[in-house]
T-cell receptor, first 111, second 109 residues
Framework: GQNIDQPTEMTATEGAIVQINCTYQ??????LFWYQQHAGEAPTFLSY????GLEEKGRFSSFLSRSKGYSYLLLKELQMKDSASYLC????????????FGKGTKLSVIP | DVKVTQSSRYLVKRTGEKVFLECVQD?????MFWYRQDPGLGLRLIYF???????EKGDIPEGYSVSREKKERFSLILESASTNQTSMYLC????????FGSGTRLTVV
């Protein structure tokens, strides 16, 4: 079966660092994605991890531990525009690359 | 720039109407997906397709059907719309991860 868990909501202060955790149980796992979704808009791609370790892209970093079924998204130097939902998604299925999504973490950045 | 285009951003339909939601991608992807997104429930997979004329049921296919006559186009059909199908509908195609369309917010009254 497929199961993705992430916190429902988080609040952080502008300029701070926030870490959004995600645990997954996915058969045929072949990669972990993070998406950002602003209210009323479609999700947009943020990051992808297939090997263990940290991937850094500017203010955003994503970490994966395959043995622990665990990932996190790290957002540094938070800005007000980072207020959004962040979706964790586990990929599975050779060739087809089907994603199973978590319910999303709504991040509110406050002044 | 690669694109997934959904034909309508907002749609209001009456109960019992047949509703077509269209999705077109220009990335030559084989895989296309339809999701609905509701508060507290996240993204739920309705149907997906791995190739032309192929379709597979997702987690919540009841009340929906799909059509994939051409590689670039994947249509979602609500045979007889009901109020519990009021939702945000998102189409996606996949190569490296998913690219989503802008979504269709459907209201059934």
């Amino acid at each position: 079966g497929q199961n993705i868990d992430q916190p429902t909501e988080m609040t952080a202060t502008e300029g701070a660092i926030v870490q959004i955790n995600c645990t997954y149980q996915t058969s045929g796992f072949n990669g972990l994605f993070w998406y950002q979704q602003h209210a009323g808009e479609a999700p947009t791609f943020l990051s992808y991890n297939v090997l263990d370790g940290l991937e850094e892209k500017g203010r955003f970093s994503s970490f994966l531990s395959r043995s622990k079924g665990y990932s996190y998204l790290l957002l540094k130097e938070l800005q007000m525009k980072d207020s959004a939902s962040y979706l964790c998604a586990a990929g599975s299925g050779a060739g087809s690359y089907q994603l199973t999504f978590g319910k999303g973490t709504k991040l509110s950045v406050i002044p | 720039d690669v694109k997934v285009t959904q034909s309508s951003r907002y749609l209001v339909k009456r109960t019992g109407e047949k509703v077509f939601l269209e999705c077109v991608q220009d990335m030559d992807h084989e895989n296309m997906f339809w999701y609905r997104q509701d508060p507290g429930l996240g993204l739920r997979l309705i149907y997906f397709s791995y190739d032309v004329k192929m379709k597979e049921k997702g987690d919540i296919p009841e009340g929906y059907s799909v059509s994939r006559e051409k590689k670039e186009r994947f249509s979602l059909i609500l045979e007889s719309a009901s109020t519990n199908q009021t939702s945000m509908y998102l189409c996606a195609s996949s190569g490296y991860g998913y690219t989503f369309g802008s979504g269709t917010r459907l209201t059934v009254v």
